[in-house]
């Protein structure tokens, strides 16, 4: 199930807790469409101690082995483990940058994968069909910060999409034409919005993120934002 757009469509992804130009990413606004608050993934790998309940009993045995801890919650959660562990090479394995790889900081530069990061997803690589890094830094970017370069088969959507990273070449699509837009208002809406004092842009080329981390109540300033 690989991607079959050499470059992708604009993706959810993470920017740790920011939001950027036409897309939200978790947390903050900057105009534009929302995608969601951060996340690593569709299902929440919370505790079920019910094993698979509510799965078939196909699934029920390829989920056999799995710790309790680390099975999703929901039905479909659980049988789409339970088709990934049947096929593993058919799988499509996509993972946010900030906030899984690696951990949310005040400054988005600062930013780095976790020790063992790449070796984890290199082992993977060879076990699945296909890893992704679906992120809202630019692909290089990511791959620089995670020392992912040689992850084999490694594919990075940056930009929520608008670039793909595969065997150390990037593919870019143009920007869109309401960046433009949302970098010349921006200002004037976060002025007019009353935004709090450490409220900070960042200009990603395809996308202007406003970031709240710095503020006294960052949580307070994102909702703010959405209103």
Same mark, same amino acid.
């Given at each position: 199930?690989?991607?079959?757009?050499?470059?992708?469509?604009?993706?959810?992804?993470?920017?740790?807790?920011?939001?950027?130009?036409?897309?939200? %990413?978790?947390?903050?606004?900057?105009?534009?469409?929302?995608?969601?608050?951060?996340?690593?993934?569709?299902?929440?790998?919370?505790?079920?101690? %019910?094993?698979?309940?509510?799965?078939?009993?196909?699934?029920?045995?390829?989920?056999?082995?799995?710790?309790?801890?680390?099975?999703?919650?929901?039905?479909?959660?659980?049988?789409?483990?339970?088709?990934?562990?049947?096929?593993?090479?058919?799988?499509? *394995?996509?993972?946010?940058?900030?906030?899984?790889?690696?951990?949310?900081?005040?400054?988005?530069?600062?930013?780095?994968?976790?020790?063992?990061?790449?070796?984890?997803?290199?082992?993977?690589?060879?076990?699945?069909?296909?890893?992704?890094? *679906? %992120?809202?830094?630019?692909?290089?970017?990511?791959?620089?910060?995670?020392?992912?370069?040689?992850?084999?088969?490694? *594919?990075?959507?940056?930009?929520?999409?608008?670039?793909?990273?595969?065997?150390?070449?990037?593919?870019?699509?143009?920007?869109?034409?309401?960046?433009?837009?949302?970098?010349?208002?921006?200002?004037? *809406?976060?002025?007019?919005?009353?935004?709090?004092?450490?409220?900070?842009?960042?200009?990603?080329?395809?996308?202007?993120?406003?970031?709240?981390?710095?503020?006294?109540?960052?949580?307070?300033?994102?909702?703010?934002?959405?209103?």
């Amino acid at each position: 199930m690989k991607p079959a757009d050499p470059v992708g469509g604009p993706a959810d992804g993470g920017g740790g807790g920011d939001s950027a130009g036409g897309d939200r %990413t978790g947390g903050d606004s900057a105009g534009g469409d929302r995608t969601g608050s951060d996340r690593t993934g569709g299902d929440s790998a919370g505790g079920d101690s %019910t094993g698979a309940g509510g799965s078939g009993p196909g699934d029920a045995a390829a989920l056999a082995g799995v710790p309790a801890a680390f099975l999703p919650r929901t039905a479909e959660g659980r049988a789409g483990l339970a088709a990934l562990l049947a096929g593993p090479q058919r799988a499509l *394995i996509g993972l946010d940058f900030d906030g899984t790889l690696s951990p949310i900081v005040a400054d988005p530069r600062d930013a780095r994968a976790q020790p063992g990061a790449a070796a984890a997803l290199g082992a993977l690589a060879r076990r699945v069909g296909t890893v992704a890094i *679906i %992120t809202g830094r630019p692909a290089a970017t990511a791959v620089e910060y995670g020392g992912l370069a040689d992850v084999p088969g490694l *594919i990075v959507l940056g930009h929520y999409g608008f670039e793909r990273w595969s065997d150390g070449q990037v593919a870019v699509r143009p920007t869109p034409p309401g960046v433009v837009a949302a970098r010349e208002r921006l200002p004037g *809406i976060l002025a007019s919005a009353g935004a709090p004092v450490g409220t900070w842009t960042e200009d990603k080329g395809h996308a202007v993120a406003v970031h709240t981390r710095r503020t006294a109540d960052p949580d307070a300033a994102d909702r703010k934002s959405v209103v």
